[in-house]
């Protein structure tokens, strides 16, 4: 037998070294793997509780921008914002894409309530209301958020739609749920 392989049980082993790169690459990881343990346990890195903290002071900062810097909503605005040349066009696809699966097509109602009536679950059915609800969701009914997946414009553009169907009665539709308003 030779030194460069060994022989056990019928099984012949050979010593090949393992390639420079590789070897190379290990010993890399190895000295990356000292020195990230030493800077974030002796060096100061900022530990998860702290990058936590951090993003949150982002985050309250950016919301209270965005609330200082957007106008307040009122249904005049709301009204001028939804005569906009394209609003109900728009408005359609928004409502045929996100939520006909729901109110149906013609907003008669399906697994979430006739939109055509009177009768209003949440709210009144007002221009600002009916962003609320579209804004952000009913939780307990089952309707998501959309606010944080529309932009303002589209919000705007399908509570125009729903206003524009209101008294269409299409066939089929539910029965009033909620309280009647006018």
Not at 39 to 49: A, I
Not at 82 to 109: I, R, V, W, Y
Not at 147 to 161: C, L, Q, T
Request: net charge negative; charged share 20%.
């Amino acid at each position: 037998m030779s030194d460069k392989f060994h022989e056990y049980d019928g099984i012949i082993e050979h010593d090949n070294p393992l390639p420079t790169w590789w070897l190379w690459t290990f010993f890399l990881t190895i000295i990356f793997g000292f020195i990230y343990f030493i800077h974030y346990e002796f060096g100061g890195g900022p530990t998860l509780t702290k990058e936590l903290e951090v993003a949150m002071q982002e985050l309250e900062r950016t919301q209270a921008t965005a609330a200082s810097a957007s106008p307040l909503e009122t249904e005049d605005s709301l009204a001028a914002a939804f005569a906009k040349d394209g609003m109900l066009a728009t408005g359609e696809a928004q409502f045929n894409s996100k939520c006909a699966s729901c109110h149906g097509p013609q907003l008669g109602g399906l697994i979430g309530p006739n939109l055509t009536d009177n009768a209003w679950l949440h709210g009144k059915g007002t221009r600002l209301d009916i962003v609320k609800v579209i804004r952000d969701g009913v939780a307990e009914k089952g309707m998501p958020p959309w606010g944080p997946v529309m932009k303002k414009d589209e919000i705007y553009a399908v509570a125009a739609f729903i206003l524009s169907k209101k008294g269409s009665n299409p066939p089929g539709a539910k029965e009033p749920q909620g309280e009647k308003y006018e």
